[in-house]
């Protein structure tokens, strides 16, 4: 048989070649690299467990850098930054992988998404809305509205905020709203058209646009109680005194914040007994301190004698068997001196400087505590969430 040499010498520089590779590997390092990603990022996770952000975030840098390709690590670092407040570094995590070319479709969506959240929370809202747009026919939309919603929210536009909320209770976003979204959305809508009618210069406009969110939201309590004081305030009492007298049928946790304005609207149309019957059947049912004080007022208003002082005053009385409350035992001090009269003072001084803390209203969402009810919360920007009685009721 005859033995070709040239193959030999031609397969000689492939095998050296080969060989020259093979030395190049270090096995053992191989193993080590594609071991410590998941390593470190199971490090990171039991951090996060055992809430060390600080450790976590490290564990999550180092097994990005050992595997950038890796979108799951990049998201749940952006999310950490995020939570932290580290608002740039979430941004420019996110941003990374969106300018990554081969990030698929469901992936560049999700960080398109988390973007926009960056930008939400660090207040960035031009920039917020343009990230939200691009979310708009994506299975993010509906999110993307709400999102939006919230900017034109902080922009004080409530023309576009009622238009988008009219939108998505249209149903023309992708996925059906549930039940508490929609009910919360509607009674947004009737907050957006209140304020565009707060805004408005003309009364028969104001009047229109109150009408239309009383009709969007009828067991909301701001339509009919902005309505009402805008019938007031042009010289009709008897249809403000009317629209109030709804409320309790649609809105009766809302009385309490009316009651006064109802006695001093009966007093001018001489329908005190009516309105009387009204508060007495409301304050059965939930014995509120404002809806103590304007009975005590309607005693007052009905008569100046004796003996109408004498009932007003049996009504904190009343009240304070019912609920240890220091603002209706201050009012009842006011109306009933004790001897001497210096001590009297020093007393009620006493009495009421503590209450006062305790006639402000609570936002329960973020505790934000003011004199005045507001149907926005100053604090968080909720609606709705300062409830229309003291917060010496609240924390009994
Ligand atoms: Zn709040």
Not at 2 to 26: K, M, N, Y
Request: hydrophobic fraction near 45%.
């Amino acid at each position: 048989m005859e033995f070709d040499l040239s193959w030999v010498l031609l397969g000689f520089p492939f095998v050296f070649a080969l060989g020259w590779w093979a030395s190049r590997i270090d096995w053992r390092q191989w193993r080590l690299e594609n071991s410590q990603a998941p390593r470190a990022y199971f490090k990171g996770l039991n951090f996060l467990l055992n809430e060390q952000q600080d450790q976590a975030i490290d564990a999550f840098i180092e097994a990005v850098q050992k595997d950038p390709e890796t979108s799951d690590l990049h998201f749940a670092l952006g999310s950490l930054f995020r939570r932290r407040g580290e608002f740039d570094r979430a941004i420019r995590v996110h941003e990374h992988l969106l300018s990554r070319a081969d990030l698929p479709r469901d992936d560049r969506e999700r960080a398109r998404h988390e973007l926009a959240l960056d930008f939400m929370k660090a207040g960035l809202y031009d920039r917020a809305e343009a990230a939200w747009a691009e979310l708009e026919r994506t299975a993010y939309a509906q999110e993307a509205a709400l999102g939006q919603l919230v900017i034109c929210e902080r922009w004080h536009d409530w023309p576009r905020a009622a238009a988008l909320a009219q939108k998505l209770l249209a149903g023309q976003g992708q996925m059906p709203l549930t039940h508490d979204l929609a009910r919360n959305l509607a009674h947004n809508l009737a907050h957006y058209l209140c304020e565009q009618a707060a805004a408005a210069q003309e009364p028969g406009e104001k009047l229109a646009l109150l009408e239309q969110a009383q009709a969007r939201a009828p067991d909301a309590a701001r339509p009919r109680v902005e309505r009402a004081r805008l019938l007031a305030a042009q010289g009709q009492p008897q249809a403000a005194l009317q629209a109030l007298a709804e409320l309790p049928a649609h809105a009766p946790q809302a009385l309490p914040l009316v009651a006064c304005e109802m006695v001093a609207l009966a007093a001018q149309c001489q329908a005190l007994p009516q309105t009387r019957a009204l508060l007495e059947q409301s304050y059965a049912q939930a014995p509120a301190l404002d809806v103590a004080e304007a009975l005590a007022q309607a005693c007052r208003a009905s008569d100046t004698g004796d003996a109408s002082q004498q009932q007003a005053r049996q009504i904190y009385v009343r009240h304070l068997e019912q609920t240890p409350s220091l603002n209706a035992a201050a009012r009842w001090l006011a109306g009933a001196p004790i001897a001497p009269p210096e001590t009297h003072a020093a007393v009620q001084r006493a009495v009421e400087r503590a209450a006062r803390p305790l006639a402000c209203y609570r936002c329960a969402a973020c505790g934000f505590t003011a004199k005045t009810h507001f149907w926005q919360c100053p604090g968080c920007q909720a609606w709705d969430t300062m409830p229309p009685r003291r917060v010496e009721e609240l924390d009994k």
